[in-house]
């Protein structure tokens, strides 16, 4: 019988996640625009920025002792771009766990907002099943639109002739992404159980689209913002997801320009490599401190449970009943008028009887 019942509670839960995955893919327009945002973001890279990173390199080669001019060293270009590609791209896929997430809680705030939360608070749903539904759901659709993002790059990168990964690499670009989207899952359904509209979700979604790439380090390296915002910047889980995205993507790359400069001998001065690896490295530096890849999985880690804490104090809210409560005071306030009117009449009853009687 109690297996039954487990089965049971197990159907109950699947159906509650299937049932979130119909209504966020019967929006299109909300599917598409979730799926646009990091191949807009792609798009943008491509046709105007990877000129102005290249440049930025080749600007670096003029001014050495012996200045290098890239279009002279095609092989050196070629591994200069894949650097320079797999530092963005990286960047784009972690901002885009944390965009994902947030417009996947549409479906959250559009229950609240339409009142289907009454519906599941009248059937007999255990809250913490439906709590644990919205989860699932939230981290299979980040996971899932991300890895079509990494395919995507993938593809670009094997166009480009710039695809120089092995299975292990892209065995650990995926294990990047699975711990991000928990991670991004959990911060982004803490912050939208607060909001009741997707009108203010919307206001959110808008605010954090357009200054987390900056402040994560996903379109500029923190080492140009000042020192004061990069401390700041420690304190938001994407910088250090971020950072591991740029490991699993640039790893590799990194490896195989230092030793094609080593091997040809076309860079003679050691700082030129010095200052690629520092301004498009994996690594980051907060109070003074390098915080190396195993340490940035550490933080997204401590990050990932005091998020778990979080959800678990406020996942009542996910759930909450909008205009219960107000409903609930005016039947009381209704009540207690009533009453009051009720027992004003039974004390006036005995003064007018008395009254009568003396008339008479």
Known sequence: MAAKTKGAGSSVFFQLTRRHFIVFFKNKISVLYTLLVP???????????????????????????????????????????????????????????????????????DDKQKGVNRDFASAPIPRNMLIGSYFLFNFIVTALICFIFEIVCFIYFAAMGEFVYDFVDLLLMVVVLLYMSINSTLMTVFLCSFFKTQA????????????????IGAYMPLGMLPTWVQNICAFIPGTFGCALFRFSFMDTPLRLLMEYVEASDIVA???????????????????????????????????????????????????????????????????????????????????GQAEQKKEE
């Open 39 to 109: 191949i807009i973001i792609f798009v943008v890279y491509i046709f105007f920025l990877r000129s102005m990173e290249m440049m930025t390199v080749e600007n670096t080669l003029l001014s050495l002792d012996t200045p290098i001019k890239l279009s002279d060293y095609p092989e050196l270009e070629r591994y200069i771009g894949t650097v320079v590609d797999a530092w963005m791209l990286s960047g784009i896929t972690a901002l885009s766990t944390i965009t994902v997430a947030l417009q996947t809680n549409n479906v959250i705030v």
């Open 200 to 215: 203010s979700l919307s206001s959110l979604i808008a605010v954090i689209s357009t200054g987390m790439g900056f402040l």
């Open 269 to 351: 001065d050691p700082a030129f490599i010095a200052q690629i690896t520092d301004t498009f490295g994996f690594q980051i530096h907060f109070f003074g401190l390098t915080v190396t890849p195993e340490w940035q999985a550490v933080a997204v880690a401590i990050y990932t449970l005091i998020f778990i804490a979080l959800n678990i104090f406020s996942g009542k809210k996910l759930t909450t009943v909008l205009g219960v409560g107000k409903k609930r005071r005016r039947r009381r306030a209704l009540a207690a008028a009533m009453q009051a009117e009720k027992s004003a009449a039974q004390a006036a009853a005995p003064n």
